[in-house]
């Protein structure tokens, strides 16, 4: 399937970027809520940006693709755990498996990591789990090239486990920025960390912050 070029970016404009986007209420079509299991996506994000990400299903972006143009989105995610836990997750280093997210976000070094548990027990057996802020890159990642469009969902929260098998739910609230095809690895981490902070800041809104309560994330 062919898609249209992305923009070319070789250096992050993060001076004059906005750290809140969007109004102080979801508009049309958000909220866009999808869920699905967690699969295998590229396998390459956490070694080339450390950046843990969970991969939705394509019947997931099937359902809600007429709705979402490709980009970077923010909302709220939750994992609902269907899997036992292998011997290595209880590993020292984050074992959330990285999934080459072009649009994802590093939380090292974002004011949400100071806040973000070392421990699995956010991760619930059953509902409610815990809900927390979310950046979804939809589309093709055009630094890398990818010939098959993904949603890749970076949840702002340190686990020590992967979730693969494992239910995952989002709400969608809103719209970051296009997909950019970068021209260098640092210039894409540069946006990816202005990302989080974009999302962070963007939900502390009441209209937004609302939604970590939604429906969904009390389904069994």
Known sequence: MTTDA???KAVSS????PRIVDGPTPESPFPIKMSGTVIKGFGRGSKDLGIPTANLPEEAIAAQEQHMKTGIYYGWAQVVVKTKPDSSSSSSEPAAEAEGAEGAVADESSSVAESAS?????LATHCPATVYPMVMSLGWNPYYKNEKKS???HIMHKFHRDFYGDDL???????IRPEFDYTTLEALIEDINIDIDVAHQSLKRPDYAAFKDDPLFTQP
Not at 14 to 17: K, L, T, Y
Not at 118 to 122: A, E, I, L, P, R
């Open 118 to 122: 070392t421990s699995t027990s956010s």
């Open 14 to 17: 993060s001076s004059i970027r």
């Open 6 to 8: 992305a923009p070319v």
């Open 151 to 153: 949603a890749e969902v």
């Open 169 to 175: 739910r989002v709400v969608v609230l809103g719209y």
